[in-house]
């Protein structure tokens, strides 16, 4: 049998495992069907290596129960940033990165050709001119080596643009670089350069730490970078429903991101169907960025305005919207803080003072039930709601029926 390896070849496969254990913990060795139950052995077991001291079991009908217990607002760094330094390699893989960084401080600059001599010459190691021109190209494309062409000679040379270089005093940047690394977007980026720089979170705990969402920097950098160029993607998306993957042409517009849960979205036009859409990055399996978007700033404006009545993510078929009013009363006298929340938190609704201690908040909104929890955080205030939604206005007041029945018993 194959000894266990810590490393992976495809960071997507660890992705998906350390989402089901983390976010919704109840995976068993009989539950996970898109693997074979080895794979899903060895990749718990590497799970464990990287978070082995926030992984707990429990027992159920179906069986042993895999799942990630983390404090999010008592850590003071985002462990999943353990999964980004697990990338597999091999013996000439390791022995090249040391060979041709060691090569270039020595002489600076040289061809794929000479490299490969002066690595023979200097270690006694022999490669193929094409393989050490293929990681000199590797490495150029991930920004660790420059090149430059003199003559029909292709000269690489190491980049300058080093962490030493942008942060020389690293004292002024501590807070910032400690702050960024675990609270902003493509966050792993400050990781490492805390890492460098040996720098370690003393300072800042967060209330609210969305870390799972770190696992989807890699799609949103895809994202962005399509969205930066006006470039259609194809995505492979799994259903919410079926768990199966559909594949979906589209064209991004815009990154959401949720203040409540840390969730990112991106705001697509499908060119089959013919609409607007928001996907959950974290559903996204895979992005490959496509040719020019030629219709895109035709739908530029569509789009700005399809976003317009929407309270969170749906977006509307077609232009209609429905109403929604809400009225509530309020103590003028102690309660000021709830009529300045309501005008905090109308959004593109109003809010008016229908008579003493009464106020009513109406709004005309794409998805009505998209605003019922935020409606419910108002329950002992609200008088009635209205709305042309009639099955979310029926369904509110029957929870609250069932409600007040709990307390009665």
Not at 91 to 97: E, K
Not at 319 to 329: D, I, K, Q, R
Not at 354 to 379: A, L, P
Request: charged share 30%; glycine share 4%.
């Amino acid at each position: 049998m194959a000894e266990f390896q810590e490393l992976i070849k495809n960071f997507n496969h660890l992705r998906t495992y350390i989402r089901t254990f983390y976010i919704y913990g109840y995976a068993t060795r009989n539950t996970i069907n898109k693997k074979s139950k080895r794979t899903y052995d060895n990749e718990k077991r590497r799970i464990a290596s990287y978070l082995g001291e926030y992984m707990k079991y429990h027992y159920s009908k179906k069986g042993k129960a895999v799942f990630l217990s983390i404090d999010s607002a008592g850590i003071f760094q985002n462990p999943f940033y353990k999964a980004y330094q697990s990338k597999s390699f091999t013996d000439n893989d390791i022995m090249l990165h040391f060979f041709i960084l060691d090569r270039l401080e020595c002489k600076k600059t040289l061809t794929a050709g000479q490299m490969a001599d002066e690595i023979s010459l200097a270690y006694g190691e022999v490669f193929d001119v094409q393989t050490v021109r293929g990681k000199l190209r590797e490495y150029e494309k991930e920004g660790i080596l420059q090149s430059q062409k003199v003559g029909k000679a292709l000269y690489y040379k190491k980049s300058e643009d080093t962490v030493e270089r942008f942060f020389p005093n690293k004292e002024s940047m501590e807070d910032c670089l400690i702050f960024a690394s675990e609270n902003m977007p493509f966050s792993v980026v400050g990781s490492y350069i805390c890492n460098r720089m040996n720098l370690k979170n003393k300072r800042f705990l967060w209330k609210h730490h969305f870390i799972a969402y770190t696992l989807d920097d890699i799609i949103l950098l895809q994202m962005v970078k399509a969205i930066e160029e006006n470039r259609q993607v194809e995505l492979i998306n799994i259903s919410r429903k079926t768990n199966k993957e559909i594949i979906i042409k589209a064209i991004p517009f815009f990154i959401f991101v949720s203040t409540q849960t840390g969730r990112r979205y991106v705001f697509v036009y499908t060119e089959k169907e013919k609409r607007f859409l928001t996907l959950r990055l974290d559903y996204i399996e895979k992005i490959t960025v496509l040719d020019m978007a030629k219709t895109k700033d035709m739908l530029q404006q569509k789009a700005k305005k399809a976003l317009q009545t929407r309270w969170g993510t749906s977006v509307a078929w077609q232009s209609a919207t429905e109403h929604f009013e809400m009225t509530l009363f309020v103590d003028e006298q102690k309660e000021q803080f709830i009529i300045d929340r309501l005008k905090r938190e109308k959004r593109f609704g109003t809010v008016k003072r229908v008579e003493k201690n009464t106020y009513c908040f109406s709004i005309d909104v794409t998805d009505t039930n998209e605003m019922m929890n935020w409606v419910k955080t108002f329950t002992g205030r609200i008088i009635h709601i209205t709305g042309d939604n009639q099955a979310v206005i029926r369904r509110f007041y029957k929870d609250m029926y069932r409600m007040a029945q709990l307390y009665k018993d």
